[in-house]
């Protein structure tokens, strides 16, 4: 790429048309993503296993140690992801499906870009997530789980949002004013 497509030390968006990235494509590549994802977890995760002697990695069987270990995995996958969005704007499934993320003036995405992207992406499936942790602690739980399990609707319409969104955005990314767009190569 020569100098004149960068800008600022970030690669520049070519000036062909945009074709914005439909919510199912979006999400055949995040399937995709998702094998490489559990394998970069499983080896962040090698470090902690001397440590176990057989226990669950939970506060009630380890401790401080468990909650070690989730920041880590957290920081495992906003590295897995914030090396390939800052990069080249793609995870291994963003490329087999020809997508790119990139900002709404056409960079890439920073590092801060990154780290809020995952936040704001989290959000639909906090709901869900924490009835469901809740009912695993109560005597209601067959009451209170399918409540949880119906909050993963938000989940579906974050994304669903985007069919009607002219650049086809889901409600992070236009919070963020990010997108996800279609390339050739």
């Known amino acids: 790429m020569s100098d004149s497509n960068l800008t600022s030390g970030q690669e520049s ?8 990235a439909s919510p199912l494509r979006r999400l055949a590549a995040m ?10 977890v499983m080896v962040a ?13 939970l506060p009630s069987e380890v401790g401080v140690l468990a909650y070690v270990y989730w920041l880590w995995e957290i920081v495992v996958i906003v590295l897995f992801f914030g090396v390939f969005w800052t990069r080249k ?5 963003m490329q087999a499906w020809r997508l790119r993320i990139e900002t709404s003036e056409g960079q890439l995405p920073r590092w801060r870009d990154v780290v809020q992207r995952l936040a704001w992406a989290t959000v639909p499936w906090l709901p869900a997530f924490v009835t469901m942790t809740i009912a695993e602690h109560v005597t209601a739980r067959n009451t209170i789980m399918p409540i949880g ?5 938000l989940v579906l319409l974050n994304y669903c949002a985007a069919w009607w969104d002219s650049q086809r955005r889901a409600w992070h990314d236009r919070w963020l004013r990010t997108r996800i767009v279609m390339r050739d190569a």
């Not at 399937?31 to 970069?40: C, E, F, K, S, T």
């Not at 995760?45 to 990695?57: D, E, K």
């Open 13 to 20: 968006v070519a000036s062909s048309p945009l074709r914005f």
């Open 31 to 40: 399937l995709y993503d998702v094998l490489p994802l559990i394998a970069v």
């Open 45 to 57: 995760t090698a470090p902690f296993i001397p440590f176990l002697n057989g226990r669950v990695l």
């Open 89 to 93: 704007g793609r995870t291994l499934g």
């Open 149 to 153: 399990a119906a909050l993963l609707v």
